[in-house]
């Protein structure tokens, strides 16, 4: 298994994952490996990149020699898969109450 291989079939699992009670195991697992991966290509210490905010701008990726596309390419892949999870994990595990609140409404009801 490749290293980017490692990273996408967690983000996988976590994507398709249809139990609730295992969802956010499977997301921290995923996160925790593209965090590492990132580390890796970045030449630095995973402690350096903070999750679920990452967000990887092109002002990090200078970083990287020019020849390294496929580096370039992997972190920003890592970057939308990050950015995918968060919006599952903000979508899937909200509460029943917000999930029917609609925007401009309180679920408490509304004053006359």
Do not use: C, N
Not at 8 to 32: C, F, S, T
């Amino acid at each position: 298994m490749t290293k980017r291989g490692s990273w996408y079939e967690l983000y996988q699992a976590a994507m398709l994952e249809l139990d609730r009670a295992k969802l956010v195991g499977r997301i921290d697992a995923a996160r925790a490996v593209m965090r590492e991966r990132i580390a890796e290509l970045m030449g630095r210490p995973a402690q350096d990149f903070v999750l679920p905010d990452l967000v990887v701008p092109d002002l990090v990726l200078p970083d990287l020699a020019l020849g390294d596309h496929a580096y370039r390419e992997e972190i920003r892949a890592i970057d939308y898969a990050l950015q995918a999870l968060e919006t599952l994990q903000r979508v899937e595990l909200r509460s029943p109450a917000e999930a029917i609140e609609q925007p401009g409404t309180r679920s408490a009801g509304i004053a006359s």
